[in-house]
């Protein structure tokens, strides 16, 4: 059985050197284990990263190594690829929220799940927002199971101050 591996490509790991001022922060966990319109999960991410740093509203300020793990819950499917993603930008939560969900659709995820867990050519979830504590039906930030998840804490441990 293949063992869970961290990976480096060409924007993962990646640290800015910006000297903007942003009003908020944002940390984003990324996954893929479904290469829908790429030729790997890899350039899933990769293209991600591309698609939101040519965008003037935000900043990508620094990324993990991407990690190559098991899948949980669901687990006769591929193995994930997973990163954290901190950007910066002026836009507001609902915006943000908006973005990820578009990107999501963008990169090939359909609207709804074929069920809990299933596999998925790009998962973005918001863990952090800020230092905001927020708790609706459809978004609670941080996010909810983050630290149960080996596929967000290992990743967000190569992010400084985290």
Known sequence: MAQAEILDSKHYPYRAHSLKQWRNVFVLSLGSNVAKHYSSSIMTLESLFTW???KRTLEILETSP???NPPFGF???DYFYNAIMVCGSNMGLAEVYRLMFYAE???GRGRKRAFKNAPRSLDVDLIYFNTLRVRF???QVPHRFYKERASVMLPLSFIRGF
Do not use: D, S, Y
Request: proline share 0%.
């Open 105 to 107: 659709r963008r990169f």
């Open 52 to 54: 939101l740093g040519a």
């Open 75 to 77: 687990v006769e499917q």
């Open 137 to 139: 039906a459809h978004l």
């Open 66 to 68: 991407i990690w190559r």
